[in-house]
């Protein structure tokens, strides 16, 4: 119930304060922590522009170094995100940098690292051609974020980044609040 009522204001919040993004689609996945990393927090937007998904990712409490960062099929995150499924990937593509390699050799929800501080704050900014929110052949919305253990290694069949130590739902903020 604290997860569900924290997401609801957050959401609120972000929204209403996304001035630049009041016509384009957008959404936020309030990343939070799993099992024995319940302090773990984060938020991550989403923003369909003309070049592309805008995913603008912020963590903190977060062991320090590089993270798997991935978008995951399902926007559930139970049982300490393994309800939300494998690494979205539509076309049964191998495992890579969907960022270098492109759809045909790289999952949509390849995403690559998310780098860490020592002081435990990480942040990623990126514009990915080809994956949107909805209504398109790669969306997203729906779908859940998965921050990993481990660095993704970009090895097969899905990126030996470990376990997943934060989790969140990729929520589509409401027409009347973004317009």
């Not at 204001?9 to 001035?19: D, G, H, K």
């Not at 936020?28 to 989403?46: C, Q, S, V």
Request: charged fraction near 15%.
């Amino acid at each position: 119930m604290r997860y569900a009522a924290h997401t609801a204001w957050v959401c609120a919040l972000l929204w209403a304060a996304a001035p630049a993004a009041a016509n384009a689609e957008t959404a936020i996945a309030p990343l939070r922590g799993t099992a024995g990393y319940e302090d773990l927090e984060g938020t991550i937007t989403f923003v369909d522009t003309e070049a592309g998904l805008r995913i603008e990712a912020s963590v903190s409490h977060a062991p320090p170094g590089n993270h798997g960062f991935h978008i995951h099929e399902f926007g559930v995150c139970g049982e300490d995100g393994s309800r939300a499924g494998s690494h979205y990937n539509p076309d049964d593509a191998p495992h890579g940098n969907l960022l270098v390699d492109g759809f045909e050799q790289a999952h949509a929800g390849d995403l690559g690292n998310l780098l860490v501080s020592p002081a435990g704050l990480g942040s990623l900014i990126v514009t990915v051609p080809g994956l949107s929110l909805s209504g398109k052949s790669y969306a997203v919305a729906g779908r859940a974020v998965i921050l990993h253990a481990e660095p993704d290694d970009f090895g097969q069949p899905v990126g030996n980044a470990g376990g997943r130590i934060g989790c969140g739902p990729i929520l589509l903020a409401p027409a009347s609040i973004r317009e």
